[in-house]
Every structure is written in structure tokens, then in C-alpha cells.
């Protein structure tokens, strides 16, 4: 039982240059998010999943493509990187919710995006 | 999105001493969840403790407790005999009890060091 994974865990880009991040979880989870992590702002919400085949922005998703076509996987895309998506970015699954129960967020390990 | 604020950007504790980070938040909902990541050197996102803004009473794990005061809206976390491996950084979070998405809401960190 793996949890969450991510793929790759460092990469440098080229401004204009595009890729992919590729998210996996064996959890059997409905949602999955991915956050970025910058100095002295937190973790803030790109993109999230409610459940296979469907995506939602959240609270950056300027320049990011996502796609969950499959239920365990969570793709977040850069088509033309800039420096200011220099960033760590954490993919996270969780069950959800039934009621007063609360399913807790499971995090990935992270990736360590540059752009130059 | 609600806010999230941790207004100590670093704290310093002795090492079996006592440290308390504060966080605070805004929302207009009257059910949420609250939380405390810890964030090692490694970049993996730990849980550390969870209260139910339902509950009125303090969550507590081991050597980690919370303050938590819902009409202040006031959530510190305190690290009781501070050991070496608590050095990280510490993220508050928010969430909703109800919707569609339940994503966090994380303020921008506190880091933690432990002098021995």
C-alpha cells in the first residue's frame, strides 16, 4: 500500500516549455487535490476532483490543466511554464465525507518544480 | 476561501519545553474541522491533530493539544516536552463540514525549532 505518489519528485523547466505531473493514489479515493507550496504563503488549492472524470478550479488554477480519467490518477499539466510556477507542488486524496465522519487528506510526497 | 492566519512565522523552544502556535481564521459557517500539519525537513505533510468545531472540547494527541475557542475563532496548537524530531514547520488548516469539495484552507506556517 503505497498512499499517495507522485512522479517526479524534482524537474527544471524552461520557460515555455510544457509537462506533467502525475499523481497516484491505491486508496480507492473520491477526491484528489493538488496544492502548491510557495515561501511564507502556505499550501494553496490549483485544482481538485470530486471523482473520476470530473475537475474543479480552485484557488489558483491560472496556467494549469488538470485531468482524472482514471480514479486513482490525478494529472496536473503546465502547457507553457513561467517562473512564477516555480514552486513544490503536493498532490492529496481523501475519501470525503459521510456526515459527522470526517476522512482526513492523505498527502503525496511532493514535486520540486524550477523554471528558469 | 477562508482565511487562515498565523501570525508567528518562527518559534524557538528548548528542547522538553513548552511552545504554543496560534492561528486564527475567518468564516461564516457555524460547522468546520480544523487542523495542524506538521511539515518535516523531508516535505511530507504529517497530520497532527484535528478538532471538530462542533465539539467543545480541546483535541488532544500525546504531547500535542489545541486551544480552541469558536467564538474568538481562535485555534493554537501546544507542543508539550519539545523534542528534537518536532522541528518542522506547522501549518493550520481550515475546512467545511458540508459541501460538495472539501478543500483545505491552510494559513502560511509557523517553523518550529528545537534547541537542544
Known amino acids: ?30 477526491y484528489m487535490y493538488w496544492y502548491r507550496q510557495d515561501p511564507g504563503m502556505g499550501l494553496r488549492l490549483i485544482h481538485y476532483s470530486v471523482g473520476e472524470g470530473t475537475t474543479a478550479k480552485g484557488e489558483v488554477p491560472d496556467g494549469y490543466n488538470v485531468s482524472r480519467l482514471k480514479k486513482q490518477n490525478f494529472l496536473l499539466g503546465l502547457e507553457s ?3 512564477s510556477q516555480t514552486s513544490v507542488y503536493f498532490c492529496a486524496s481523501s475519501s470525503g465525507i459521510d456526515g459527522k465522519r470526517l476522512y482526513e487528506q492523505y498527502f503525496g510526497p511532493g514535486t520540486r518544480l524550477t523554471v528558469t | ?7 508567528q512565522p518562527e518559534m524557538s523552544v528548548q ?8 492561528c486564527t481564521y475567518d468564516t461564516s459557517e457555524s460547522d468546520y474541522y480544523l487542523f495542524w500539519y ?19 472540547q480541546n483535541a488532544t494527541e500525546n504531547r500535542f493539544s489545541v486551544n480552541f475557542q469558536k467564538a474568538a475563532k481562535s485555534f493554537s496548537l501546544k507542543i ?6 518536532d522541528a518542522a514547520m506547522y501549518f493550520c488548516a481550515y475546512r467545511r463540514a458540508y459541501g460538495d469539495d472539501y478543500k483545505l484552507s491552510f494559513g502560511a ?3 518550529v525549532t528545537v534547541r537542544a
Not at chain 1, 499517495?4 to 491505491?26: E, W
Not at chain 2, 476561501?1 to 501570525?7: E, F, G, L
Not at chain 2, 506538521?38 to 467543545?56: C, D, G, N
Open chain 1, 1 to 30: 500500500n503505497a498512499g499517495v505518489t507522485q512522479t517526479p519528485k524534482f524537474r527544471v523547466l524552461k520557460t515555455g516549455q510544457s509537462m506533467t505531473l502525475l499523481c497516484a493514489q491505491d486508496m480507492n479515493h473520491e
Open chain 1, 81 to 83: 511554464a513561467a517562473p
Open chain 2, 1 to 7: 476561501a477562508q482565511t487562515v492566519t498565523q501570525s
Open chain 2, 15 to 22: 528542547e522538553a519545553e513548552t511552545v504554543t502556535l496560534s
Open chain 2, 38 to 56: 506538521k511539515q518535516p525537513p523531508s516535505r511530507q505533510m504529517i497530520l497532527v491533530i484535528r478538532q471538530e468545531a462542533y465539539k467543545q
Open chain 2, 80 to 85: 508539550s516536552d519539545s523534542q528534537l524530531g
Open chain 2, 109 to 111: 506556517g509557523t517553523t
